[in-house]
């Protein structure tokens, strides 16, 4: 269950769970400061005892003092006063996060935004509302008894108490429609393959028509008669069959060209006849993450009336090792013309992405594209799961990216693009094999991908660190992410709309 939130003027806390804030010198707002010689008492006695510093997301949990009118008391250390006024929304979301992960069963809070400085920015307050949700966030569908494993046990009530409350409401608006997005990227990540096929992903996808989205999926003979052999190709060992889905958003300008956001998106990926280990192969149900990432930014955009036009495009393929699956030696020809030898068939991503690159630019025309995918696990080996591998042909939109991670903890690292790496997919038997080796794995694979956008400007971004199976934050406890989501969203809010 996810948190109920609302937001209203500083007051003493009445009901539940009281949060506080205080820093490294135990200074708290004026509010909180009224809340009565007693309290501020036990608090002091309390931080001696059990060390508490006011160490930025250290929390001192306390049972309230008679006369309170609220059952615990939480403090919520800051770090050092001098350092509170240059917080950013990654660190107030992560003040958030924190406060959620300490609800425990409570049904209802009552957070003061208020530090020794003063008021808490209508910004700073919807980036720690939006902590709070993502932290919140637990996937058990399929779990005959809920609430053993969440934190908050239910869905808690949270009075955020701020300065200016009708300010942090319209923040809220803005950044609770990119959290959504955010968790719809994680549920498609974790639903398993055997519910979430190709074509209950594109059903899905159609939901977002409710938003304002405009839909069209192309199915198996639609996709042939633009000749996609390049993605029809994984796709003919299942039973599933391949779908495109096209989303669209019009928010911008009629005649403005539209930015391009494209995902891989293999449902479950086996590796086909080069088929994968099993140890570990459940997780290869989340090898759409790049298409989730791509379904949930769609969301955000269109829930928050972005002023842009943004179009979305997602392969969506399973690739099994059927009798009637690609074999490695087999040469397909892609949408562009290009012609690709099948060396391995685990690297299946990049076939889908190159049609669904070159559909995208053909037909709209985008004043750019960026793809997402879970590509290669030379990208892990490369950058861990901390950063994801960004390759682009264009110097100011990779700048952009980059400045877009480190704005919401969704980082990137770029990595080189260059011919002498072009050489290593070179094929005596066609115009490009699909994979050139172990050597360099993530760069080959985003050569491969450069040969099919022409010159418009483009980013792939490889996830496969990042998407799925990435480490537990303050705001993400789960096993899928929703990585790019975020990222995506502040790219085109800092750059793009108008």
């Known amino acids: 269950m996810l948190p109920k939130i609302s937001f209203s003027k500083p007051a003493a806390p009445q009901k539940g769970v009281a949060v506080i804030l205080a820093d490294d010198k135990l200074a708290t707002g004026a509010t909180a400061a009224g809340l009565g010689e007693g309290a501020q008492d036990l608090i002091r006695r309390a931080a001696e005892t059990a060390g508490f510093s006011g160490k930025s997301k250290t929390v001192l949990d306390l049972l309230a003092p008679a006369g309170l009118g609220v ?15 240059a917080l950013d929304d990654n660190e107030w979301a992560a003040l958030g996060g924190t406060v959620m992960g300490k609800l425990g069963k409570a049904k209802a809070a009552e957070v003061l935004l208020e530090t020794p400085a003063g008021a808490v920015e209508a910004g700073h307050a919807a980036a720690f509302a939006m902590g709070m949700k993502l932290r919140a966030y637990v996937f058990d569908r399929y779990k005959s008894k809920k609430g053993d494993d969440e934190e908050t046990g239910g869905s808690v009530k949270v009075s955020l108490l701020v300065d200016d409350a009708k300010a942090a409401k319209k923040a809220w608006a803005d950044a609770d429609a990119v959290s959504d997005g955010t968790l719809l990227a994680r549920d498609l990540v974790n639903e398993p393959a055997n519910v979430l096929t190709t074509v209950e992903f594109a059903n899905r996808a159609s939901e977002l028509s409710k938003l304002g989205v405009e839909i069209e999926i192309l199915d198996e003979k639609a996709m042939k008669k633009l000749k996609m052999n390049a993605l029809l190709g ?43 280990p099993a140890a570990s192969m459940e997780d290869m149900k989340g090898d759409m993450g790049g298409a989730a990432a791509v379904t949930g930014l769609m969301h955000a955009l269109a829930a928050r009336k972005a002023k842009v036009n943004a179009i979305g495009v997602i392969g969506l393929v399973e690739n099994m090792p059927d009798g009637k699956a690609q074999r490695p ?42 793809n997402l995918a879970t590509l290669t696990g030379a990208i892990i080996i490369a950058l861990g799961s901390t950063h994801a591998g960004i390759f682009s042909n264009n110097d100011e939109l990779a700048a952009r990216l980059a400045e877009a991670g480190l704005a919401t903890d969704e980082k990137v690292w770029r990595l080189p693009l260059s011919k002498d790496y072009d050489k290593l997919i070179d094929t005596p038997n066609a115009d490009m094999k699909n994979t050139g080796g172990r050597s360099a794995g993530s760069i080959t694979a985003a050569q491969f991908l450069q040969r099919f956008v022409n010159d418009v400007p483009w980013v792939h971004i490889d996830v496969a660190g990042t998407a799925m199976g990435s480490p537990k934050t303050d705001v993400s406890k789960g096993w899928a992410s929703g990585f790019g989501v975020r990222l995506l969203d502040r790219l085109v809010r800092d750059h793009y709309e108008g």
């Open 329 to 370: 030696g087999d040469i397909v020809t892609a949408m562009s013309g290009a012609t690709i030898e099948i060396i391995n068939t685990d690297a299946e991503g990049r076939l889908v992405l190159a049609d669904a690159l070159w559909y995208t630019q053909e037909r709209f025309k985008p004043a750019f594209m960026i």
């Open 71 to 85: 059952d615990r008391l939480l403090v919520v250390g800051l770090g050092k006063a001098d350092g509170i006024a």
């Open 234 to 276: 994984v796709a003919q060992g299942s039973e599933s069959p391949p779908r495109m889905v096209i989303m669209r958003w019009n928010g911008g300008k009629k005649d403005a060209a539209p930015l391009a956001f494209i995902g891989k998106g293999v449902v479950f990926d086996t590796g086909g006849i080069s088929i994968k």
